[in-house]
């Protein structure tokens, strides 16, 4: 499935070479002298086009710096005629549209705590009125995918087609590296529900640190996003926001000179041999799911014949046995414990389900991640009834 969304290609509305679309300025417009100074220095990197910086900040608690307002956008406009770059700033209101529009903002972008809200962004898309102007919209805070493709459904229908995701990582409860985690599969499933939709990644708000910044840009490059937005401070340490994970021009520079650009398609050997090695796999995942098939069909055989002789599901011997001779197979092939569980688990939850089906019972299992495989099964797992087995 695709969602139904109609783009124009991002190089037909934006004349930038070829390459990562690259998008920088600090987090917030601070005062006159920063934003003509981080400008001037951005607008000397090769690649670097466009020219952020938040106005209207979304501040998590009051009392903190809430952004310098409109007339931050009269030192943009400044920024701009002195140094050729685009403009883009946040809007999250009607209100914030209207005085982006009156300054002749050139992009306008939807931030994670307003994309989750569909009655703002109508109302911002309805602010905005020339479907001519380019939208980006960020993903929204948690992770759902199903936001972000409506918020980017829901301004395609209004007209908007010069439209641009931006990936910037995802709230999580769990404690980790990162600021957002990036769960890279949902910008994934996003490119694939979206193919014409051109892709950023933010790796400022990602990582929440300047350490983790490069490793993450490069990750996004080889995962075909189209460039990124980045936050670039004159001083990032004197950041009146996001001060650990700005970085410098100067850094910028020396990063976007190491990242490793990669073609999507190669010389001519190349794409033969990747053609040959793909239908090797085309013709191995049909075998599998031939074979997958095929012993969900002696498990069914196998439930006819329990049924027919009044024996149980419950089989935890066999299951461990199993389990254990399986795991210790698929090792010594090369696969990995963790892949084999996951594998076993989900087959032998498949065999159960056909087996309660021959035997007739209502009984559903139950979901999956309340179902654990333990290779060392404990005597107390025995009579667990979820712990069923072929
Ligand atoms: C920003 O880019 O400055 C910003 C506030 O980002 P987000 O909406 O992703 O938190
Ligand atoms: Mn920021």
Redesign the pocket.
């Known amino acids: 499935m695709t969602a139904d969304i109609h783009i124009t290609p991002l190089h037909d509305w934006l004349s930038i070479p070829p390459g990562p679309l690259v998008i920088a300025g600090p ?2 417009a601070e005062n006159e002298r920063q934003v003509m100074e981080t400008a001037a220095k951005l607008a000397l990197i090769p690649g670097v086009h466009v020219f ?1 910086a ?1 106005i209207w ?2 501040r998590t608690r009051p009392g903190s710096f809430e952004g310098v307002g409109t007339r931050g956008l009269k030192w943009l406009c400044k920024a701009r005629e002195e140094t050729g770059l685009m403009l883009t700033v ?1 809007v999250a209101n009607p209100g914030h549209v209207r005085e982006a529009l009156d300054h002749g903002i050139d992009i306008l ?7 989750v809200n569909p009655f703002a962004v109508q109302e911002i898309g309805e602010a905005i009125g020339n479907p001519d102007i380019p939208v980006m919209i ?2 929204p ?1 948690n992770p759902d995918l199903k936001t972000w493709v409506g918020a980017i459904e829901r301004l395609n229908r209004m007209g908007f087609h010069k439209l641009i995701a ?1 990936h ?2 995802f709230s999580f409860f769990n404690r980790s590296l990162y600021r ?1 985690a990036p769960m890279w599969e949902i910008p994934i499933e996003l490119k694939r529900l979206c193919p014409a939709l051109p892709v950023l990644v ?1 790796p ?2 990602i990582c929440g640190n300047r350490e983790l910044i490069p490793g993450t840009i490069q990750k996004a490059l080889d995962l075909e996003m189209h460039g990124l ?1 980045i ?1 670039v401070h004159h001083h990032p340490s004197k950041a009146l ?2 001060k650990n994970q700005q970085i410098s021009p100067d850094a910028l520079k020396t990063m976007l000179a190491s990242l490793i650009i990669r073609n999507e398609s190669g010389p001519p050997e190349f794409e033969s041999k990747l053609e040959a090695l793909r239908s090797e796999i085309d013709k191995l995942d049909a075998e599998l799911l031939e074979i997958l098939a095929r012993r969900m069909n002696i498990v069914e055989e196998i439930g006819e014949y329990k049924k027919a002789n009044r024996i149980t599901i419950l089989q935890i011997r066999r299951w461990n046995q199993l389990i254990h001779e399986r795991i210790e197979n698929g090792i010594s092939l090369g696969l990995s414990r963790e892949f084999l569980t996951r594998l076993l688990q989900a087959v032998h939850e498949e065999g159960i389900q056909r087996q309660l089906n021959v035997m007739n019972t209502e009984e559903k299992l139950q979901p999956p991640s309340h179902f654990k495989i333990d290779e060392h099964t404990k005597s107390d797992q025995d009579h667990d009834p979820r712990n069923q087995g072929e």
């Open positions: 987090c917030s952020r938040g900040k979304p946040e972008w939807i931030g994670a705590r307003t994309v960020k993903n805070l931006i910037r990582g957002n933010d400022s708000h937005m936050e926001t996001d």
